[in-house]
Structure formats: C-alpha cells, structure tokens
C-alpha cells in the first residue's frame, strides 16, 4: 500500500498552489493522509477529487468549517499497521515519548505544524514522522512531502524533496 503525505498546505493563499510532482504522488498513492492546515475546506475539496481515501486532521489555522468537520487526533487502520495523526505534536524535546503516550496502539505518528521534515525511531521500532510543507517551507531548506510504504505489516516512510 502507497501512502502520499503532507501537511500545512496553507491554501489558498495569493497563487500559491500545490506543486505538479506533489499532484501526481497524491493522485498516485492508495491513500492521502494530510496533517492539518489546509487553511480552507476547498482544499480538502480539491484533494477528495483526486481519487485515493483522504484522512486528515484540522490544524490551528483551519477556518471553523473545517475544525467542525476534521478531527483534532486522529487513528487510521491501514492494513495491519495502525497511523496516529494530530497536527501539533508539541515541542521537539520529548515528543517520541509524548506521541507514543497519546497513541499507544500506534505504530506511527503522523504530524505536522512546524513545516520541519522529521522521520524519528525508538527502539521498538514506533516511528514519528513530519513530511514538512510543499507550499510553504519556512525555515525548512526546501518544500517536501512524504510518501509510506506498508508491507509485511511494517511502514517506511520516505522524504520527497520538491524544489
């Protein structure tokens, strides 16, 4: 199963929009998972249209609509591995620890928030992981997305680079 990742799209916002390689993944994946700040829900909208199942969570700047219709923590059933998903998973000290006590059953915790790329293991092997923001990079060195792969029962997550 082929996961497309992202998070903190934060459109529509001046001509800003979704890189094409960025596109062409989500359109390609089984499934979309989005960790919050679409900004607007004509942004999900867009995404549904592209095909694969969306899963997503509201972030801090989504317009009442979409904090009303997404939730705030979300867990997603994909095969036999189990995704943990929040937009803001809290300061970077101690969040391995802090998401693995907010998802027990989880073997992955998806988020988003800080628009910074972080793929983090423990020695069980539970996972964090930030696919950082295609539109909006901020301190990040370039726009990126993640994809997933779940096989055997196991997820591994790549860093797509889309500058």
């Known amino acids: 199963m082929r996961l497309a990742i992202i ?3 934060h459109l529509p916002k001046a001509r800003r929009a ?8 989500l359109r390609d994946a089984d499934v979309i998972l989005h960790a919050g700040d679409f900004t607007a829900p ?11 199942p969306v899963h997503a969570v509201h972030g801090n700047v989504d317009t009442p ?11 997603v ?8 998903m929040v937009h803001d998973a809290g300061e970077a000290r ?9 998802f027990p059953d989880a073997d992955a915790v998806i988020f988003g928030h800080s628009h910074l790329p972080l793929l983090e293991r423990d020695d069980d092997g539970f996972q964090i992981f930030n696919p950082g923001s295609p539109t ?14 779940i096989e055997d029962g196991r997820i591994a997550f790549e860093l797509v680079t889309l500058d």
């Open 7 to 9: 998070s903190d799209t």
């Open 18 to 25: 979704l890189p094409d390689g960025c596109v062409e993944r």
């Open 42 to 52: 004509e942004i999900l909208e867009q995404l549904l249209e592209l095909g694969p």
């Open 65 to 75: 609509q979409l904090q009303e219709r997404l939730p705030t923590t979300l867990e």
């Open 77 to 84: 059933a994909l095969g036999a591995v189990t995704i943990g």
């Open 94 to 102: 101690g969040r391995l620890r802090r998401a693995r006590l907010i």
């Open 136 to 149: 909006e990079r901020r301190r990040a060195p370039a726009h990126t997305m993640g994809l997933a792969r």
